[in-house]
């Protein structure tokens, strides 16, 4: 394992979280790439339950990039919102997009995330999974409207007043956006006529992802018929009272195939570090027998004692990879245990910096290579400047071995402070870490 392939292994618990998170077709940057953000699913529903709704809201809407004509469903008792294939077939023709190539159905949880349920054009498998950003070409600040008070705040009667419906069936009057600051252009309409009354004490605002749906505001419902940003416009069109039932249960959650390609990493694994032990106990004896009998005569004795300090250094990485490994591949498990909620992400990041396996693995990985190079040098095949690279390669990997021993105390000092601290092990590990390497990485020897 060397500075390289040390990202491979703290890739795992990310190779299994974009098996288990399924993104959007708009990426978000990411000002932090080690602050994960403390999101986490604190839904009561399952990917394996059935879901009811009892509204459908025909609707339109439009930005510069899409255009459907479609519906969503609403539960008015919990809040779910849902979509299925009608949109999802609209969103792919005009997004390309393999998310919606295989969308069957998907609902919106109220903390933000959609439980999707798709079929695998490959295989017919039917798959779920919880999905971020999947509707992100939408206004952001949609996603951020989840209490009336929004409306209180940065919402006011403009005046303008209008019909919204397929036959003007919902008179409307219109809140202008205000206190937005840069936030550009935002207009909703509001309209007396609705179907149903909200009860705030159970919740006050039921809003779809396309700006539509009920507030209780100014001490009665509002139907919200619409609402119009810089680059957003949609309508509500006409609402039917249903009774539809989507069942959870006849998808598999993906975590039970992602748990299953954890336990064959895990076997794969134990299966190549016995044979590596298997290995390196013949090497030992062998290193040990030639010790004993070696010549005292030339270099034959260092040689012999290299050959036995190389086999126990290489017995202490693979204690240490296993060590390491292991925790990956629990922390995996318990990711995929928790239906890949961003805080369980962060929880399994962080769990890799309570130990200091992997710098140790480093220090150790050097000395191993200084012994090798010291090795060749003893010997008599080397001309002179295969003799200076060799040496030039000791001197370079002495200075690489000092600043992981600096890491080591840095980071052993951060476990005494902060110890009981978990994030802020992380995130000081993770600064020194980057502080100390990106010079080294850049110019390794400092040529």
């Known amino acids: 394992m060397n500075i390289v392939s040390l990202s491979l292994l703290f890739s795992l618990i990310f190779h299994f979280s974009q098996a288990q998170v399924s993104q ?48 969503f469903l609403m539960n008015t008792k919990n809040g779910l919102i849902a979509i299925d294939k009608d949109i999802a077939e609209q969103l792919k023709e005009q997004k390309g997009s393999a998310l919606f190539n295989e969308m069957d159905f998907s609902v919106r949880m109220e903390t933000g995330e959609f439980f999707t349920y798709s079929t695998r054009q490959r295989t017919g498998d039917k798959i779920s999974s919880i999905t971020r950003e999947m509707l992100s070409y939408l206004p952001d600040y949609l996603d951020e409207v989840s209490e009336p008070e929004f409306f209180k705040e940065y919402m006011e009667r403009d005046g303008n007043k209008t019909y919204v419906g397929d036959k003007s069936q919902f008179p409307s009057e219109s809140f202008q956006g205000v206190n937005l600051g840069e936030g550009g252009h935002m207009l909703a309409w509001f309209s007396k006529n609705t ?11 039921i809003l779809s992802p396309f700006g539509i749906g009920y507030v209780f505001f100014e001490n009665r419902t509002y139907l919200v018929t619409g609402w119009e940003s810089d680059d957003f416009v949609s309508r509500l069109e006409k609402i039917e009272d249903v009774n539809i039932t989507f069942n959870g249960k006849d998808y598999t959650p993906i975590q039970q195939k992602i748990e299953e390609k954890i336990v064959e990493t895990g076997e794969k694994m134990d299966a190549a570090r016995a044979k590596e032990a298997d290995a390196l106990a013949r090497r030992e004896r062998e290193a040990q027998q030639r010790l004993a009998t070696a010549s005292s005569n030339g270099n034959d004795v260092r040689k012999a004692q290299i050959e036995v300090e190389i086999t126990e250094i290489k017995k202490q990485i693979l204690e240490k990879r296993k060590t390491l490994e292991s925790k990956a591949i629990s922390k995996s498990k318990d990711f995929s245990k928790k239906q890949g909620s961003l805080e369980s992400a962060k929880e399994s990041m962080e769990a890799m910096f309570e130990g200091n396996e992997f710098v140790e693995i480093q220090k150790l990985e050097l000395k191993e290579s200084i012994l090798k190079d010291e090795k060749a040098l003893l010997g ?35 476990d005494r402070q902060y110890g009981a601290d978990p994030q802020q092990v992380f995130l000081k590990k993770m600064n020194v870490y980057n502080q100390e390497m990106t010079p080294v990485l850049t110019n390794p020897c400092g040529n």
């Not at 978000?28 to 953000?37: A, C, H, R």
């Not at 200076?388 to 980071?411: H, M, N, P, V, W």
């Open 195 to 205: 179907d149903f009354q909200i009860n705030p004490e159970n919740r006050a605002l």
């Open 380 to 414: 008599n095949s080397l001309d002179s400047r295969e003799r200076d690279t060799k040496q030039k390669s000791i001197d370079c990997q002495k200075r690489l071995l000092a600043i992981f021993e600096g890491i080591y105390d840095k980071f052993t000092a951060i």
């Open 24 to 71: 959007g077709f708009k990426e978000k940057s990411d000002k932090d790439k080690f602050l994960i953000q403390e999101i986490s699913l604190k839904s009561p529903f399952t990917l394996d339950q059935e879901f009811f709704f009892n509204k459908k809201f025909y609707f339109t809407a439009k930005t510069s990039e899409v255009q459907v004509d479609s519906y």
